[in-house]
């Protein structure tokens, strides 16, 4: 670890049949081909809800669809095939009724990739950093896009475990800009590649907050930068707030979107298309909390006020957060979960 990558020259992003240019921020909408989706819980399962869930955020202005076939949570083992029968003929649907959509599907398998390429997908959102390292060779061959995720090498659908970085932000820029390269040596087109620090994946809710903080050292590289913190864990946590509650702090990142130059990440995955579209000035206040929570920035004086998540203390977090857990069972823990308690992590 620790390469320095020299930046690329900000340039067209290129999906399916469309083309956005540099300035260009892109909403990304979720559809959910599970029954045990951590949000949802199954609400697209059924495959006329799922379309009319397309129908929706088509009209409220998304860019791009994701579908996706298997939770990322643990759980039941989700085969290859199985994952081929939820979505395949879905993405082939989506296809005919939407010809120009730029349609991504959010697998790691290159044996589903391959189908779904087939099918007419124009994005192969791999979430675990490649874990299945024949996924470019798909993407190559079919002339898809692909995104380049940060999962700490942590193997698909498990949760972190007293993860440690001595710097969080450092391994996210070395392991995508090193996929994004191998990437385009296999034959993707660069146009076609984005990076993802993959927030809460192989993270635990400091290193998220790290991540966001920083995330202008992503955007500076110049690859286009797509995040995903709709209703993450992360978020539940910095907020004390439960699943059903992470509306108003999953709006506030869109500033982070919606900004300008080194912060501004290029694409937004989201749950609720519209209400981005909507919520820009909606939820300042649970942003700063996001923000302010993960330390003071890069140049700050140490004194600098910050807030500071119940059951914590002002220190040097091991991935340079600005703050870390006291003992667990204190008292000042009441705000977090156990299981963070128990695991430092979501």
Same mark, same amino acid.
């Given at each position: 670890?620790?390469?320095?990558?020299?930046?690329?020259?900000?340039?067209?992003?290129?999906?399916?049949?469309?083309?956005?240019?540099?300035?260009?921020?892109? /909403?990304?909408?979720?559809?959910?081909?599970?029954?045990?989706?951590?949000?949802?819980?199954?609400?697209?399962?059924?495959?006329?809800?799922?379309?009319?869930?397309?129908?929706?955020?088509?009209?409220?202005?998304?860019? /791009?669809?994701? /579908?996706?076939?298997?939770?990322?949570?643990?759980?039941?083992? +989700?085969? +290859?095939?199985?994952?081929?029968?939820?979505?395949?003929?879905?993405?082939?649907?989506?296809?005919?009724?939407?010809?120009?959509?730029? /349609?991504?599907?959010? #697998?790691?398998?290159?044996? #589903?990739?391959?189908?779904?390429?087939?099918?007419?997908?124009?994005?192969?959102?791999?979430?675990?950093?490649?874990?299945?390292?024949?996924?470019?060779?798909?993407?190559?061959?079919?002339?898809?896009?692909? +995104?380049?995720?940060?999962?700490?090498?942590?193997?698909?659908?498990?949760?972190?475990?007293?993860?440690?970085? *001595?710097?969080?932000?450092? *391994?996210?820029?070395?392991?995508?800009?090193?996929?994004? &390269?191998?990437?385009?040596?296999?034959?993707?087109?660069?146009?076609?590649?984005?990076?993802?620090?993959?927030?809460?994946?192989?993270?635990?809710?400091?290193?998220?907050?790290?991540?966001?903080?920083?995330?202008?050292?992503?955007?500076?590289?110049?690859?286009?930068?797509? +995040?995903?913190?709709?209703?993450? *864990?992360?978020?539940?946590?910095?907020?004390?707030?439960?699943?059903?509650?992470?509306?108003?702090? #999953?709006?506030? &990142?869109?500033?982070?979107?919606?900004?300008?130059?080194?912060?501004?990440?290029?694409?937004? =995955?989201?749950?609720?298309?519209?209400? =981005?579209?909507?919520?820009?000035?909606?939820?300042?206040?649970?942003?700063?909390?996001?923000?302010?929570?993960?330390?003071?920035?890069?140049?700050?004086?140490?004194?600098?006020?910050?807030?500071?998540?119940?059951?914590?203390?002002?220190?040097?977090?091991?991935?340079?957060?600005?703050?870390?857990?006291?003992?667990?069972?204190?008292?000042?823990?009441?705000?977090?979960?156990?299981?963070?308690?128990?695991?430092?992590?979501?």
């Amino acid at each position: 670890m620790g390469i320095r990558w020299p930046p690329r020259t900000a340039s067209p992003l290129r999906l399916g049949k469309r083309s956005f240019g540099p300035g260009q921020k892109l /909403i990304m909408a979720i559809v959910n081909r599970t029954p045990d989706s951590f949000y949802d819980r199954g609400a697209t399962w059924d495959e006329t809800a799922a379309m009319e869930r397309v129908h929706a955020v088509v009209s409220e202005g998304a860019d /791009i669809v994701d /579908i996706g076939g298997v939770p990322a949570a643990p759980g039941a083992e +989700v085969t +290859v095939a199985e994952e081929i029968r939820r979505t395949v003929p879905f993405v082939s649907a989506v296809r005919a009724a939407y010809p120009d959509m730029v /349609i991504s599907v959010d #697998t790691w398998r290159h044996q #589903t990739a391959r189908e779904l390429c087939a099918a007419g997908a124009d994005l192969l959102n791999d979430t675990w950093g490649c874990w299945d390292d024949r996924l470019p060779e798909v993407a190559a061959e079919y002339g898809t896009g692909l +995104v380049c995720s940060h999962a700490g090498g942590l193997p698909p659908r498990t949760r972190p475990h007293r993860v440690e970085y *001595d710097d969080v932000m450092a *391994d996210v820029l070395d392991r995508t800009l090193a996929l994004a &390269d191998r990437a385009v040596a296999l034959g993707v087109a660069p146009a076609r590649v984005l990076i993802d620090p993959a927030h809460d994946f192989g993270k635990n809710t400091w290193h998220s907050l790290e991540v966001t903080r920083r995330l202008g050292e992503m955007v500076a590289t110049g690859w286009p930068v797509l +995040v995903s913190l709709s209703h993450k *864990d992360f978020i539940g946590e910095t907020l004390n707030a439960g699943r059903g509650e992470r509306l108003t702090g #999953t709006l506030g &990142d869109r500033h982070l979107h919606a900004a300008p130059g080194p912060r501004g990440a290029r694409g937004r =995955r989201s749950h609720q298309a519209g209400r =981005r579209r909507r919520g820009r000035q909606a939820c300042r206040g649970e942003l700063h909390v996001l923000l302010r929570a993960a330390g003071p920035a890069p140049g700050r004086p140490p004194g600098d006020p910050q807030l500071r998540f119940p059951g914590t203390r002002r220190g040097s977090a091991r991935a340079g957060g600005g703050i870390r857990p006291v003992a667990a069972g204190a008292s000042r823990n009441a705000g977090l979960s156990a299981r963070h308690r128990r695991e430092g992590g979501p």
